[in-house]
């Protein structure tokens, strides 16, 4: 069992030395992706609220 948790941790630790933080600009970018992206579900979740609604469902 101790194997197996050394073995995590020392992925873990891997992959914290090779991540980076990301620049201003990789930033904006998914940002503006996870906003429109979020946008567009909701208007499609608020057209079928609304078709539900105007078919008295």
Same mark, same amino acid.
């Given at each position: 069992? $101790?194997?197996?948790?050394?073995?995590? %941790?020392?992925e873990?630790?891997?992959?914290?030395?090779?991540?980076?933080k990301?620049?201003?600009?990789?930033?904006? $970018? $998914?940002?503006?992706?996870?906003v %429109?992206?979020?946008?567009?579900?909701?208007? %499609?979740?608020?057209?079928v609220?609304?078709?539900?609604?105007?078919?008295?469902?």
């Amino acid at each position: 069992m $101790s194997l197996s948790i050394k073995t995590k %941790i020392l992925e873990w630790k891997r992959i914290l030395q090779v991540a980076k933080k990301p620049a201003k600009d990789e930033y904006l $970018s $998914s940002t503006r992706i996870c906003v %429109i992206g979020i946008t567009i579900i909701g208007v %499609i979740g608020f057209a079928v609220f609304l078709g539900f609604a105007f078919l008295g469902l």
